[in-house]
């Protein structure tokens, strides 16, 4: 169960700060306005995946970390996770950035966090999650 709950809390603590640069541009990032430009622009998604990309990032994970949804967000990471692969960092190869070198990020950062999200997807949000009291809630009220 321990194993669970931090798989949860990494997951949602390592997302998060990510998903606070795009809505709030809390650190150093460009807010909701900013980042919908370059989602737009620079990375030619329509404007409905960008607004998806910034509300998962916050909101999405924000519902991990409280066990809510859990499976249905691990599920939309992993296929968010996916496409920034396919669509922006498979080009720069797997190793991240780390000597400023190379014009932009491998994807080694993605493939931990789809891990982490498959795990959630399989195993749920744990016993004291939102998602196990609300079902547990609702099976016990059928009987």
């Not at 169960?1 to 603590?13: E, F, S, Y």
């Not at 990032?29 to 989602?39: I, L």
Request: glycine letters at 14%; proline letters at 1%; a positive charge.
């Amino acid at each position: 169960m321990r194993i669970i709950c931090n798989l949860v809390l990494t997951l949602g603590l390592v997302i998060l700060p990510h998903g606070c640069q795009l809505l709030l541009g809390w650190f150093g990032g460009y807010g909701f306005k900013g980042s919908m430009n370059y989602f737009t622009t620079s990375e030619n998604l329509p404007w409905l995946i960008a607004f998806m990309v910034i509300l998962l990032q916050f909101f999405g994970v924000l519902l991990i970390i409280a066990g809510l949804a859990g499976r249905l967000m691990a599920f939309a990471i992993i296929g968010l996770f996916i496409g920034m692969i396919l669509t922006t960092h498979f080009d720069h190869g797997f190793f991240m950035n780390w000597m400023g070198d190379k014009n932009g990020e491998g994807f080694e950062y993605h493939l931990l966090v789809i891990g982490l999200a498959l795990s959630l997807l399989i195993h749920g949000s744990g016993k004291f999650s939102g998602d196990y009291f609300l079902t547990k809630k609702w099976f016990n009220a059928k009987m």
